[in-house]
């Protein structure tokens, strides 16, 4: 959905320029001989994994939140309260990511917002709002929620910041950095020094960017909203035969994942993340109870289990994302799922082999992620997402997943670590 891919000059950074980030250099290449100037741009290259900035004592971090215009006051928004839940929601659905042509704009459910905004261990006071003051309207809002993320070999517990967003009459205000200051202070006060981040903008500096693929399921719909076009030299109908998904699944022993599979979809999870050199660890089976067990209308779970050894061999899993539809005569919604984690057993005789390897998961992935079709399309969805992490290149084409305009970039806050390929991305963000 986010297409600004383009880079900003440096003058348009201001705030991030001040930021312990990874940069983007500067020379100036001199044009004539007074004062005009081409601004040009290196990479900062990172060959370390570490802090840029060293950690300080908590008693050393201030105390005190940072000034706001005297019109707005700061709040902590209560996701066990059902009405605040709903003020956030309502502030989303308005004013948060839309396309470039507005037509449009993700719709997270308040269910959704729990599931994304009270893993293990979160923390009410990493929920972050602002409020008018003479009405207490809440028009502003930045997350945290804690992890542990493994940068090559190097595990770091972080903060996950999400859903900024600013009211749409509020963007003059310049209220996105304040709201970044005050909950790096907070993640600071817990003793907190490092943050993962996503955008579709063009920041100082990603450490990697990824790009959106499509699965059409409902290509009538798709066409109607304006998300697809039909083909040059095609009709209608041959596009819907064209995406048309089988209607059972194929991978033997595949069912729903149940409580009782937590562990061992773990060890499998934590096993096949090993491949990638940016991924999360999940460090209990809270985490994975909370993140990959189904939740209804909100994450869906498949297992593969033997029948006769009770392993579990392979997971897959996608959550709903439906982005409202901006005036459109026809549709207000469209349903769309978004690949979120899996896994599969590798046979140890072919690990480190890496043309084994990729035919082996060519073929088991493309088998699971075509049952997550059939299961998405049975479920009314209209589209199922990816990004091109992980191993989702060895398939997309296959599958009939088409590339996107949007690209997806990511970003570690005072944490210096090589750039990584996109198929070594092992971390899917909400």
């Known amino acids: 959905m986010e297409n600004d891919n383009s880079q900003k000059t440096m003058s348009d950074h201001r705030f991030w320029n001040t930021q312990p980030v990874p940069q983007y250099g500067i020379f100036l290449k001199k044009n004539d001989s007074k004062h005009r100037h081409d601004e040009c741009r290196l990479n900062e290259q990172v060959t370390e994994i570490g802090p840029i900035e060293p950690s300080v004592p908590v008693d050393q971090v201030s105390k005190d939140a940072p000034p706001l215009p005297k019109e707005f006051e700061w709040c902590e928004v209560d996701m066990t309260d059902e009405a605040q839940v709903k003020e956030l929601y309502q502030l989303l659905t308005n004013n948060y990511v839309e396309d470039d042509d507005a037509q449009f704009r993700f719709d997270y459910s308040a269910k959704f917002l729990k599931w994304a905004l009270q893993p293990p261990k979160w923390k009410k006071s990493w929920h972050v709002g602002v409020r008018v003051a003479s009405n207490k309207k809440l028009v502003a809002f930045i997350s945290g929620i804690p992890a542990d993320m493994r940068t090559y070999d190097v595990v770091q517990p972080l903060t996950e910041i999400n859903f900024l967003c600013v009211h749409k009459k ?7 950095p304040v709201l970044i200051r005050e909950v790096t202070r907070r993640s600071h006060l817990e003793g907190i020094f490092q943050a993962v981040y996503t955008a579709g903008s063009v920041l100082p500096k990603p450490v990697s960017t990824c790009r959106y693929y499509h699965r059409s399921l409902n290509p009538k719909k798709l066409v109607e909203c304006n998300f697809s076009r039909i083909p040059q030299k095609w009709t209608l109908s041959r596009m819907i035969k064209h995406y048309k998904v089988p209607e059972q699944t194929s991978t033997p022993g595949l069912r729903e994942m149940r409580e009782e599979d937590v562990p061992q979809v773990r060890e499998l999870l934590n096993s096949y993340l090993k491949r ?42 996608f959550y709903s994302l439906p982005s409202s539809v901006i005036g459109n005569p026809k549709h207000s919604t469209l349903n769309a799922a978004y690949l979120f984690y899996y896994a599969v057993e590798i046979p140890e005789e072919i690990k480190g082999n890496y043309q084994q390897e990729a035919k082996f998961l060519k073929k088991q992935l493309g088998d699971l992620v075509k049952d997550a079709l059939v299961i998405a399309k049975k479920d009314k969805f209209d589209v199922l997402n990816g990004l091109d992490l992980m191993d989702n290149a060895l398939i997309v084409d296959d599958l009939k997943f088409g590339p996107g305009d949007g690209h997806l970039n990511y970003y570690v806050y005072n944490w210096r670590c090589p750039d990584v390929a996109r198929n070594k991305v092992g971390l899917v963000m909400l």
């Open 170 to 176: 509020l963007r003059s205000k310049r209220l996105a």
């Open 276 to 317: 990638f050199d940016f991924a999360p660890v999940f460090e209990t089976d809270d985490d994975v109870k909370h993140w990959i067990l189904p939740h209804e209308e909100v994450v869906w779970s498949y297992v593969a289990e033997n029948p006769e050894t009770k392993k579990i061999t392979a997971m897959f899993s």
